[in-house]
């Protein structure tokens, strides 16, 4: 045999042996499948992923008695303890990696708060609307806040809110008075521009969107307390959709757990 044919036919069959195995294991996909894996509890939910590929949701602890807010990031789901150590979940992660969410704050873990995650650090973001329950929706790369106010057995969301500089804003405070009442602030883009849902004095509901004016500042201090709005419409479903994969929910003090 020639040293040419030979090695002709080494190059035919060194290819065919490094591809030898299951037909699975040669065939590329579109995707790659990651198991996020839980914090040892049965159940886990995400919720967001930014560009970066840095994703959040709530995942159960081990005997599914507890939920904790997750980041995963390069490879690693890493928990995001909340002050109270009890339930929450993250909503949202921001480009930069800014995260927003909700928990149950103390003392007695009976009615939730938003937050804010930035660098290393949680954020508590009270109601400032007069409601007993806030959730933080959303949360743009200037570590502010967008949410709702719910009532206290978060069957009806009441008030949309902004967190910002240390500060809670009532965002019906803030643009001039008109018949729809803003409910739900669901989105903050960089500038400032705010979407989100509200409801007509006849119960119709309508989406909304807040452009921001550079001009006006926002107020330096929180906006205050006023008079609870009568939300004349039916019980709003985004409630449900928010808090279903968060929890056995049975009311505000129900058993926390990611378990639907």
């Not at 995001?80 to 909503?91: D, H, I, K, M, V």
């Amino acid at each position: 045999m020639s040293k040419r044919l030979a090695v002709l036919i080494a190059a035919a069959v060194v290819p065919a042996l490094t591809f030898a195995g299951p037909a699975h294991a040669r065939t590329q996909y579109p995707y790659k499948l990651i198991d996020l894996g839980t914090f040892g509890g049965h159940l886990g939910f995400a919720n967001w992923i930014n560009d970066q590929g840095e994703v959040v949701g709530v995942s159960d602890l081990p005997g599914d008695q507890n939920a904790q807010p997750f980041l995963w990031k390069n490879g690693h789901m890493r928990r995001l303890p909340t002050s109270s150590g009890g339930y929450g979940f993250a909503n949202w992660i921001s480009p930069q990696g800014d995260i927003s969410g909700s928990y149950l704050a103390p003392p007695h873990q009976k009615y939730f708060h938003g937050f804010l995650w930035r660098d290393g650090h949680m954020t508590d973001l009270p109601p400032v609307g007069g409601a007993p329950n806030a959730f933080g929706n959303a949360v743009n790369d200037h570590g502010q806040v967008v949410g709702n106010e719910n009532n206290a057995t978060n069957t009806q969301e009441l008030i949309a809110a902004l967190w910002s500089g240390g500060h809670g804003y009532d965002l019906n405070a803030l643009t001039a008075p008109g018949p729809l009442q803003m409910i739900s602030a669901d989105y903050i883009t960089n500038h400032g521009d705010i979407f989100g849902h509200g409801v007509l004095p006849n119960g119709d509901q309508r989406l909304f969107l807040l452009i921001r004016n550079p001009c006006v500042p926002l107020p330096p201090a929180s906006t205050p307390a006023r008079p609870l709005p009568a939300i004349t419409g039916p019980p709003d479903r985004n409630i449900s959709v928010n808090l279903a994969p968060h929890a056995a929910h049975h009311g505000p003090t129900a058993l926390p757990s990611a378990r639907h």
